[in-house]
């Protein structure tokens, strides 16, 4: 099975990390996320992700470096998730209807995220 890449921003802002609870109607709807999202055919994961916060957040970014990756098999999937340290140019602002919020670290395992971001939360939280 080939491997699906998504990319997730980890943006930070006084020790809080900002998520966002996935929409209804979306694979894990109601789980809390990073945002972010797949690569599509043809781009960078760096193209993705801007485009990702662009579309879901309507926020420019600057995408700085690859902070942590892995892999997780669902039932009917396999993802290659990879987090980028990313600095946002304005406020975010959710245009598909999901809820955003800053968290603090410590705080991250009070939400409930997909299984695929449990060994980055745990990295965050260490």
Same mark, same amino acid.
């Given at each position: 099975?080939? =491997?699906?890449?998504?990319?997730?921003?980890?943006?930070?802002?006084?020790?809080?990390?900002?998520?966002?609870?996935?929409?209804?109607? %979306?694979?894990?709807?109601?789980?809390?996320?990073?945002?972010?999202?797949?690569?599509?055919?043809?781009?960078?994961?760096?193209?993705?992700?801007?485009?990702?916060?662009?579309?879901?957040?309507?926020?420019?970014?600057?995408?700085?470096?690859?902070?942590?990756? %892995?892999?997780?098999?669902?039932?009917?999937?396999?993802?290659?998730?990879?987090?980028?340290?990313?600095?946002?140019?304005?406020? =975010?602002?959710?245009?598909?209807?999901?809820?955003?919020?800053?968290?603090?670290?410590?705080?991250?395992?009070?939400? %409930?995220?997909? =299984?695929?971001?449990?060994?980055?939360?745990?990295?965050? %939280?260490?």
């Amino acid at each position: 099975m080939t =491997p699906i890449l998504v990319v997730a921003a980890l943006v930070e802002d006084g020790g809080r990390v900002l998520v966002a609870r996935r929409p209804e109607g %979306t694979h894990l709807a109601g789980h809390w996320e990073f945002p972010g999202g797949k690569c599509e055919r043809g781009e960078t994961p760096e193209e993705a992700l801007r485009r990702e916060l662009k579309e879901e957040l309507d926020v420019e970014a600057v995408i700085g470096h690859e902070v942590f990756r %892995t892999e997780h098999r669902y039932p009917d999937r396999l993802i290659e998730l990879r987090f980028y340290r990313c600095t946002l140019a304005g406020v =975010p602002s959710p245009l598909q209807g999901q809820d955003v919020r800053w968290v603090a670290r410590a705080d991250l395992h009070s939400l %409930t995220f997909p =299984p695929a971001d449990a060994a980055f939360i745990e990295y965050l %939280t260490q």
